[in-house]
């Protein structure tokens, strides 16, 4: 079973729907114990950084999060759930991320269009399982403004232009995370969702 | 490098797609999902419907029609038609649509592009312009049109555009009603003052005949994405023979 968390941060129907499609069983949810019982958890959103992790705390699920990964759960984030996974962020004042990997949040450094949204191609940085099937090169659906800064080089397991180089996906041990929208990205994006749920 | 989107739109009325019959290998070209998971397939960036059920019956085909295809398409799509005010616009939101057009509504009450903006991100509210070259004496203006291009507002159509951003619009999608069904072109000198005014993604509609048009656009006029219908409806063309028609002329393009 995964468990895509529920915090009240953006659409989650999407990512449900894409995981059922690749033939995964999913949940939906806040309470932390339901984490606990997860073969996998999905941490995705759409929002405001601080918002979000003042969600997460109200509702005990910072705690859970981190005991889980520990413990060696496969953990997938999308989006806003990449930049969580970091340390601070700087997106409307400073704040407090779960702190799972090194590194911080920055807006985007470019003189470009922000948000930038649309679709962008990705530049793979190190072998993944959950790139199996991905052409290096490839085009995934991207709507953010804000960029991960890791701490550890070895974390960055894909890059991509615009107007500068950011990190679009990291992966350590059992944390992975996108800032694109693989339930966005049609039949390539649905692959990295079959790769995650097998 | 961010790549430039090609975008089908599909008109339905009461549910039921009311173009689209070149696709022979699905089973009811009247079904808007059918209809765009054979564009998703074919490569299409993204999807726009329109609904044009006549307005006393359309709030509940809405939503319902947003609920339908978040269970089976893939890509980013943008549902408009009718929606009047923030409860219509979550609604259609929360059914699973990326983002909402919304046109009339906008030009009537302007704020509620504020206060959707705000609440939901400007990433998912997309001000729809129709615009007409009209003429006063010897002062000539593109004025935006409501109510499906019957009624004038007075205005001017790169002043209002200018406006919706400040508003909070996350992306402009701007018909030429000069050019709409000619399939002589997009309007480029319209396309070129509305992308030069504004700092948001610019989608050009409206008179799209060939591929040539396609890349005009973009390179012409710096459109962001090209919306057609006719031209992929009918089977003039394949979305893939757009894209590789695009990318021959040097614009980045997703091909799978």
């Given at each position: 079973m995964i468990v895509i968390i529920d915090y009240g941060m953006g659409n989650l129907r999407s990512v449900e729907k894409a995981l059922e499609k690749v033939g995964a069983e999913v949940a939906v949810?806040?309470?932390?114990?339901e984490l606990r019982r997860a073969d996998r958890i999905v941490l995705p959103g759409v929002g405001a950084f601080g918002d979000a992790m003042a969600n997460l705390e109200k509702r005990g699920l910072v705690e859970a999060i981190k005991g889980e990964v520990a413990a060696g759960k496969p953990l997938l984030g999308i989006c806003l759930g990449l930049d969580l996974l970091f340390e601070e962020s700087d997106e409307?004042?400073?704040?407090?991320?779960?702190g799972l990997l090194p590194g911080r949040v920055e807006l985007l450094p470019t003189n470009l269009k922000i948000p930038h949204?649309?679709?962008?191609?990705?530049?793979?940085?190190?072998?993944?399982?959950?790139?199996?099937?991905?052409?290096?090169?490839?085009?995934?659906?991207?709507?953010?403004?804000?960029?991960?800064?890791?701490?550890?080089?070895?974390?960055?397991?894909?890059?991509?232009?615009?107007?500068?180089t950011f990190v679009s996906a990291v992966e350590r041990g059992n944390i992975a995370a996108f800032q694109f929208h693989p339930e966005k990205s049609s039949s390539l994006g649905l692959t990295i969702l079959r790769n995650f749920a097998s | 490098m961010l790549c430039k989107r090609i975008?089908?739109?599909?008109?339905?009325?009461?549910?039921?797609?009311?173009?689209?019959?070149?696709?022979?290998?699905?089973?009811?070209?009247?079904?808007?999902?059918?209809?765009a998971s054979a564009y998703d397939l074919e490569g299409a960036d993204e999807l726009v419907f329109l609904d044009i059920t006549a307005s006393h019956e359309r709030r509940d085909t809405v939503v319902d029609l947003a609920r339908r295809c978040a269970e089976e398409l893939f890509i980013p799509f943008t549902i408009g038609g009718g929606m009047r005010d923030e409860s219509d616009i979550r609604k259609v939101?929360?059914?699973?649509?990326?983002?909402?057009?919304i046109n009339s509504a906008a030009l009537a009450n302007p704020d509620v592009i504020n206060r959707c903006s705000r609440r939901f991100g400007a990433q998912c509210i997309v001000v729809a312009i129709d615009a007409k070259l009209v003429s006063s004496g010897e002062e000539k203006k593109?004025?935006?049109?409501?109510?499906?291009?019957?009624?004038?507002?007075?205005?001017?159509?790169?002043?209002?555009?200018?406006?919706?951003v400040e508003r909070g619009a996350g992306e402009i999608l701007l018909t030429s009603m000069d050019a709409d069904g000619t399939q002589d072109?997009?309007?480029?000198?319209?396309?070129r003052a509305?992308?030069?005014?504004?700092?948001?993604?610019?989608?050009?509609?409206?008179?799209?005949?060939?591929?040539?048009?396609?890349?005009?656009?973009?390179?012409?006029?710096?459109?962001?994405?090209?919306l057609a219908a006719s031209i992929f409806h009918y089977g003039t063309y394949t979305i893939r023979e757009a894209k590789e028609h695009m990318a021959a002329a040097g614009i980045p393009m997703r091909l799978k």
């Amino acid at each position: 079973m995964i468990v895509i968390i529920d915090y009240g941060m953006g659409n989650l129907r999407s990512v449900e729907k894409a995981l059922e499609k690749v033939g995964a069983e999913v949940a939906v949810s806040r309470d932390p114990d339901e984490l606990r019982r997860a073969d996998r958890i999905v941490l995705p959103g759409v929002g405001a950084f601080g918002d979000a992790m003042a969600n997460l705390e109200k509702r005990g699920l910072v705690e859970a999060i981190k005991g889980e990964v520990a413990a060696g759960k496969p953990l997938l984030g999308i989006c806003l759930g990449l930049d969580l996974l970091f340390e601070e962020s700087d997106e409307h004042g400073r704040h407090q991320g779960l702190g799972l990997l090194p590194g911080r949040v920055e807006l985007l450094p470019t003189n470009l269009k922000i948000p930038h949204i649309g679709w962008n191609q990705i530049n793979i940085r190190k072998e993944s399982r959950l790139l199996a099937g991905i052409p290096d090169g490839s085009a995934f659906y991207f709507v953010h403004s804000y960029v991960v800064v890791p701490g550890e080089e070895s974390d960055i397991l894909c890059e991509t232009e615009y107007g500068c180089t950011f990190v679009s996906a990291v992966e350590r041990g059992n944390i992975a995370a996108f800032q694109f929208h693989p339930e966005k990205s049609s039949s390539l994006g649905l692959t990295i969702l079959r790769n995650f749920a097998s | 490098m961010l790549c430039k989107r090609i975008i089908p739109c599909l008109d339905v009325r009461n549910g039921r797609v009311v173009k689209g019959i070149r696709f022979v290998n699905i089973r009811d070209a009247g079904d808007p999902v059918e209809l765009a998971s054979a564009y998703d397939l074919e490569g299409a960036d993204e999807l726009v419907f329109l609904d044009i059920t006549a307005s006393h019956e359309r709030r509940d085909t809405v939503v319902d029609l947003a609920r339908r295809c978040a269970e089976e398409l893939f890509i980013p799509f943008t549902i408009g038609g009718g929606m009047r005010d923030e409860s219509d616009i979550r609604k259609v939101l929360k059914a699973g649509a990326d983002k909402i057009a919304i046109n009339s509504a906008a030009l009537a009450n302007p704020d509620v592009i504020n206060r959707c903006s705000r609440r939901f991100g400007a990433q998912c509210i997309v001000v729809a312009i129709d615009a007409k070259l009209v003429s006063s004496g010897e002062e000539k203006k593109w004025e935006p049109f409501v109510h499906g291009g019957r009624t004038g507002t007075g205005r001017d159509a790169v002043e209002w555009a200018r406006e919706a951003v400040e508003r909070g619009a996350g992306e402009i999608l701007l018909t030429s009603m000069d050019a709409d069904g000619t399939q002589d072109g997009y309007d480029i000198n319209l396309t070129r003052a509305i992308t030069q005014a504004v700092g948001v993604p610019v989608i050009a509609s409206g008179g799209a005949g060939n591929l040539d048009h396609l890349v005009e656009v973009v390179k012409e006029a710096d459109a962001d994405a090209v919306l057609a219908a006719s031209i992929f409806h009918y089977g003039t063309y394949t979305i893939r023979e757009a894209k590789e028609h695009m990318a021959a002329a040097g614009i980045p393009m997703r091909l799978k």
